[in-house]
């Protein structure tokens, strides 16, 4: 939520703070802000909507910046509540990711000493009290403020009084990017990916001192020996290289994420699954659908008992944790809010992992890392890094099997091998989705069935399609339908249904029938034939186990031909960020 970049060095910072931002813009977009300091004053540049409105009025000049893309969350996505923040002095501007948890008293505490407010915002509290803490020693007051902020936050600041740039870090991710003449901060990583591969990571309770070098200091003001972390991200692959849409690019690279997270993990002894008697696997949004899914695989083919939680539920429920249970987190970006509260409930009680794409972020740190190797991800909406987190889902399976002395081991995992050509040939069906995302366009909803693992697909391609292109889509257990719900099917209601496992296709066609009986139009994703059953019917490669991942792979393409045909900010859906860092 929110993503914050910083800069000083000789050159220009206003374009260099702009392209930071363009590059977290998958963090937030309702508004962006810039400050740029220059020969002791600071000036700021703010707007509302997209970037490119900042863009097209931003021109302020100096070597010093911050800036701030925003995704609202206290106070409206106006130009007043969009950061950068100034204190009443005009001495300090911040900007800042995460949430101040007791602005409310800070402020009330700060008004009673005549400081006036402008904003809606947690964040202004934070400008103000480093201001009311400052005696002319930038670190003290930095200090003092962090000392009373309770909640989380990557924090860029700067002020007129210093040519220096600073930041400070609890628990929201913040990096220093370090180049030969000139030193970033940002959100992340790939924010600077095209600038530099060296970083401190930074960790909490840590501030980050910006001159002519960069100095990382404890909460005490003392000095702290950081490594350099050497990025592995290639620059080219936050690039759309020709494709209308990252979401496009990213469904097109799924052979190669999946072959690379596969020759990671396939000869790997996955430590963390030593001892466990049952899992419960947690993730928000498309990674809680993975979880669902390897709830369906694990559980099927290894016999042990495996829970899947949404993660902002879970948390809260109490649930019942045993020594020998494995808690599994599953997060693209590996700082979702929720999740990370989750596996922390966990922390000495069971053994803890962590399915993650983004290397370093906050759950690496906190238990054993599964990675996946999907690169980058742009697009508000997961594809590749779901196939990849699913993917790791079987190799669990795999591995388990294996450890059970189940000879089914060498069936999954020659399926495995093969899963990049079998995405290949399921991507070859893309005219055909062409055409189905036309015929769903002009729909105002949607239904999706399935029955098992196929459940757990159909749940997250209803979700793809309503996040991109605003068609409400439902999804069912194939069978739950007619409980309730059917008594929506009329003439013409779409309907989608992944049929793709042999034990439960008769089922299913039964629930296709009802539902055709009724007068829906069945779009039927299966690797048998179901063209005497539903009106089209999309044919799937043949596979034993991979098959939902597959049937996921086509309802992707479907989404996006839905969301193109109705015009949509495919890659940006509104009201939408990629990396929610609040609760
Ligand atoms: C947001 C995104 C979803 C994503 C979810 C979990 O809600 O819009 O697409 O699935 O966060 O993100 P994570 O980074 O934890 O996988």
New binding site residues.
């Given amino acids: 939520m929110c993503g914050i970049v910083g800069y000083i060095g000789d050159e220009q910072a206003t374009p260099l703070l702009l392209n930071g931002l363009k590059r977290l813009e998958y963090r937030g977009y309702d508004s962006a802000g810039i400050a740029v300091l220059d020969d002791g004053k600071i000036s700021v540049a703010k707007a509302e909507g997209r970037l490119a409105n900042l863009a097209a009025t931003a021109n302020i000049r100096g070597n010093i910046g911050i800036g701030h893309t925003r995704w609202a969350t206290h106070g409206g996505p106006e130009v007043r509540n969009a950061h950068p923040h100034l204190s009443k002095s005009g001495r300090f501007a911040i900007v800042h990711n995460g949430i101040i948890e007791n602005y409310k008293e800070l402020k009330y505490f700060l008004e009673l000493r005549g400081f006036e407010f402008v904003s809606d915002t947690d964040s202004e509290v934070i400008a103000h009290l480093i201001d009311f803490y400052y005696v002319g020693d930038v670190i003290t007051a930095l200090i003092k403020a962090a000392c009373r902020l309770k909640g989380s936050y990557a924090l860029g600041v700067i002020c007129s009084d210093e040519p220096k740039l600073y930041a400070v870090k609890k628990d929201s991710p913040l990096v220093v990017g370090l180049c030969e003449k000139s030193t970033f901060i940002a959100s992340d990583m790939q924010a600077l990916t095209d600038k530099t591969r060296n970083f401190y990571i930074m960790d909490n309770g840590e501030i980050a001192v910006i001159g002519k070098d960069a100095r990382i200091l404890n909460m005490n003001g003392e000095p702290i020996k950081k490594s350099v972390y050497h990025a592995v991200w290639d620059n080219a692959v936050a690039q759309k290289q020709g494709y209308a849409h990252f979401m496009l690019k990213e469904i097109h690279e799924q052979p190669q994420a999946i072959k690379r997270t596969l020759d990671a993990h396939m000869n790997s002894s996955l430590d963390f699954l030593d001892g466990i008697n049952s899992i419960h696997i947690i993730?928000?949004?498309?990674?809680y659908h993975a979880a669902l899914m390897g709830k369906y695989i694990i559980e099927s083919l290894t016999g042990i008992r495996v829970n899947a939680d949404i993660a902002s539920e879970f948390r809260y429920r109490n649930p019942i944790i045993r020594g020998d249970d494995l808690l599994l987190a599953?997060?693209?970006?590996g700082?979702?809010a929720d999740?990370i509260g989750a596996l922390k409930i966990g922390a000495g009680r069971c053994k803890s992992a962590c399915i993650v794409n983004v290397p370093e972020s906050t759950l690496t740190h906190i238990s054993s890392p599964m990675y996946t190797l999907a690169g980058p991800e742009v697009a508000?909406?997961?594809t590749k890094?779901f196939t990849t987190q699913l993917l790791n889902l079987y190799i669990i399976a795999m591995n388990l099997l294996r450890r059970l002395g189940d000879d089914r081991y060498k069936l999954l995992e020659r399926e495995i091998y093969s899963l990049p050509s079998l995405v290949s040939k399921t991507l070859a069906l893309e005219p055909q989705m062409q055409q189905l995302g036309v015929r769903i366009a002009p729909h105002d909803y949607a239904f999706f069935i399935g029955r098992g693992a196929d459940y757990a697909a159909a749940k997250e391609s209803a979700l793809k399609l309503k996040?991109i292109s605003y068609v409400h889509a439902d999804c069912y257990p194939a069978g739950e339908l007619k409980h309730g719900t059917i008594s929506l099917i009329e003439k013409g209601s779409i309907v989608v249904a992944i049929a793709t496992d042999r034990a439960l296709l008769d089922k299913t066609v039964s629930n296709i029938i009802e539902v055709k009986a009724r007068g829906a139009f069945v779009i039927g994703i299966s690797c048998f034939d179901l063209s005497n059953v539903c009106d089209v019917t999309v044919n799937i490669p043949r596979a034993t186990f991979v098959s939902p991942l597959l049937a996921t792979v086509v309802c992707q393409m479907l989404s996006y031909y839905t969301a193109s045909a109705r015009g949509c900010d495919i890659d940006k859906p509104r009201n939408?960020?990629?990396?929610?860092t609040v609760e």
């Fill in positions: 993730g928000c949004g498309s990674a599953i997060s693209q970006s700082e979702t999740t508000v909406a997961t890094g996040e939408l960020a990629k990396s929610v």
